[in-house]
């Protein structure tokens, strides 16, 4: 990791499983030292939290915060072995839910986290994110965002090619051709990441899987449905009728998440399929340009499409964290109506907490509208049992990509794996 003076903390606040940072580093807001006036943080965010730390430190005159930020790959194997031996931060990136190393369920079950039920938050936020914040009915994560998935437009380069965003799956596909033929490719897609893989996938099954049938995880957890035998087979065909179609750059898989970013920024592709938390991150590499998120259409009925809308990464504090108090109050900060919306504002997200006077960026209508009218579906993973169905998942796509599996082959993993953490 490198090494700088302020670093970044917020993709964890990404989705999703999703969302990550692609480089790492150290920073500090001070000479270090100071015993309980420093605070130690972990994430895996990029560009959101210097606005955060350096309000906080204001409104505590004398403290400091030193933290280290990489990407989420690296940090979920790195802070189980930081937690299991003592060398863990006092405030750590935690996503929802059950569906990685770094989550809720997976690092509160060996009570390597602090309750937080306590705080004065914890009993305002939604039931639909509390759900997932929790263990056993006690608060873990404090989730100060929501964040959803789809396809983010370079608005200047959709202009230059004379093209609009489609609303169908027929639209889809015919807005890849011309795109191709015009020598700009419509999404950009860096899957070197493995978590990057999901992003795609994730928005076809919200339409092809939960339209038609919400209750999908209830049947999953009840043994009376299966990937392999479920219209995830329809989502995993469409991911790739998508990639046969052009609708991507070259060599997905020899490009990381960073360049994904630049060809998007840059319009060397129209746009990227990304969760929210990516347009800060275009705008900091091309800041005259605008870009909105759109849904991602995977039938021809506009009325059938959903987005994949979920609480993103939050803050959990280390049970054995060396400054509990000031832990306590970073995290109730970032809860804040100043905190949460210098976060959410800087990422590009939503406040995840009702009342607290955002207002959200123009690229976000469209997600905002869906939220409100109940168009959205948990990001997949929040709700299966343990990390192992997503790695699975993950490791399976890019084997995909590159010939040495199939379809088939990676939903009959994912049921196995699923059905061994139930």
């Not at 263990?135 to 380069?157: D, H, L, M, P, S």
Request: hydrophobic share 35%.
């Amino acid at each position: 990791m490198k090494t700088r003076t302020l670093t970044p903390l917020v993709a964890a606040t990404t989705a999703a499983a999703l969302l990550a940072a692609c480089s790492g580093g150290t920073k500090s807001g001070g000479s270090g030292g100071g015993g309980s006036k420093t605070l130690t943080l972990a994430s895996v965010d990029q560009g959101s939290v210097e606005d955060v730390v350096k309000a906080f430190e204001k409104a505590n005159p004398g403290v400091k915060v030193r933290y280290t930020t990489s990407g989420a790959d690296q940090y979920q194997q790195q802070i189980r072995t930081q937690l299991s031996s003592g060398t863990a931060p006092d405030v750590m990136s935690v996503w929802p839910g059950n569906g990685n190393p770094g989550a809720t369920y997976v690092l509160a079950k060996p009570g390597y986290l602090r309750d937080l039920s306590d705080q004065p938050w914890a009993a305002r936020m939604p039931e639909a994110i509390k759900t997932v914040a929790q263990y056993q009915g006690k608060t873990y994560n404090a989730i100060f965002g929501q964040n959803g998935i789809g396809a983010v437009y370079n608005e200047q380069a959709m202009a230059k090619a004379g093209l609009t965003p489609p609303d169908t799956w027929t639209k889809l596909l015919a807005f890849c051709r011309a795109a191709k033929a015009k020598g700009t490719p419509a999404f950009a897609l860096g899957i070197q990441d493995n978590w990057v893989t999901q992003l795609v996938l994730y928005a076809m099954v919200a339409t092809t899987v939960y339209s038609p049938d919400r209750d999908f995880d209830e049947k999953m957890q009840a043994g009376q449905a299966t990937f392999a035998k479920s219209p995830w087979t329809t989502a995993l065909d469409k991911y790739l009728t998508m990639e046969k179609t052009g609708c991507f750059q070259k060599n997905p898989l020899g490009t990381n998440y960073e360049a994904s970013q630049q060809l998007a920024a840059t319009g060397k592709t129209l746009g990227i399929v990304q969760g929210n938390w990516v347009i800060a991150l275009l705008k900091q590499k091309n800041p005259k340009a605008t870009f909105t998120l759109k849904p991602l259409p995977a039938t021809d009925d506009p009325a059938e499409t959903l987005i994949p809308a979920a609480a993103g990464a939050g803050y959990g504090v280390n049970a054995k964290a060396k400054n509990p108090e000031l832990a306590l109050k970073f995290v109730n900060f970032v809860m804040s109506p100043q905190g949460m919306n210098l976060f959410v504002k800087k990422q590009g997200g939503l406040p995840s907490l009702p009342d607290t006077g955002f207002q959200a960026d123009p690229s976000l209508t469209e997600l905002s509208q869906f939220i409100q009218s109940n168009r959205t579906v948990p990001f997949m993973d929040q709700r299966w049992p343990d990390a192992k169905v997503q790695q699975a998942m993950l490791s399976g796509l890019q084997e995909i990509f590159s010939g040495q599996s199939t379809p088939q082959k990676l939903l009959k993993e994912m049921d196995t794996d699923y059905k061994a953490g139930s």
